[in-house]
């Protein structure tokens, strides 16, 4: 399985975020997952793409994973398309129209993706899973880093992973919310192929040791 570790900026030093994210991907992570959040649909504020831009600009080549927890979010998608998303996934309780947001992102160059709260239902999928090249399934409430794995979320894992099978696509199947080096594995049982890390790498001394923990655990699943 080509498991995929999307290390979570959030918990990442903003005083020293190039250099920070350059850490975190020399010491193994594939992705770098950008938490943008707007004080109106999850109760925090964090950054947009002038950020993102400014991590290119820096240098940094590797998959950005947008995760948007703005309402709405049209209007943002284009700027962090030229701001160098690659991913970017939305929640559709922000979007008034699902499938014109995904078409939107799939517009604007970037790999559209649906992230589902712990207690949304998959209903949204239904029609659009044609669109989707992420499906995010959230394993805490989204706003903050540092909270614990919701262990409901596996049941859904294992949900939506049949799903995606039944569909023959080629869908990432991500998960993001508490996970550690000691739930990893029953996390990737359950049929996460990538997974959001921010506390569990960004809080913990020496990033690559952690990251190899965690490898070394994948490889036995
Ligand atoms: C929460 C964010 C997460 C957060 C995860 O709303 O979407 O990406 O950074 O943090 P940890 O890994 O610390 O739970
Ligand atoms: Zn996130």
């Known amino acids: 399985m080509d498991f995929k570790i999307s ?10 975020l190039g250099a920070d994210v350059d850490e975190v991907l020399s010491a193994g992570a594939d992705f ?13 504020l964090t950054i947009g793409p002038l950020v993102c831009k400014a991590l290119r600009d820096y240098g940094v080549t590797a998959p950005i994973d ?6 709405p979010v049209d209007r943002i998608v284009p700027d962090f398309a030229a701001a160098g998303a690659t991913y970017i996934t939305f929640h ?11 078409g939107l992102i799939r517009d604007h ?4 993706g649906l992230v589902f709260n712990p207690a949304t239902p998959l209903t949204h999928l239904e029609y659009v899973l044609d669109k989707v090249d992420m ?3 959230m394993s805490v409430n989204p706003g903050f880093g540092g909270q614990a794995f919701i262990p409901s979320c596996l049941r859904k ?8 099978q039944a569909s023959g696509r080629d869908i990432r199947l991500e998960v993001d919310g508490g996970v550690k080096a000691d739930n990893i594995g029953e996390i990737a049982s359950a049929g996460a192929d990538t997974f959001v890390i921010g506390s569990g790498i960004f809080g913990t001394p020496d990033y690559a040791e952690t990251i190899a923990e965690m490898r070394r655990t994948l490889g036995t699943v």
Request: glycine share 6%; net charge negative.
């Open 135 to 137: 499906i995010l399934l």
């Open 66 to 71: 947008v995760h948007l927890m703005v309402q």
């Open 157 to 164: 894992l294992a949900e939506v992973k049949r799903i995606i």
């Open 7 to 16: 290390a979570s900026i959030l918990s990442a030093d903003f005083a020293r």
């Open 32 to 44: 770098v997952h950008f938490d943008v959040m707007d004080n109106h649909y999850v109760p925090n």
């Open 109 to 112: 160059g970037c790999r559209p």
């Open 92 to 102: 559709p309780e922000g979007s008034g129209h699902v499938d014109r947001t995904l």
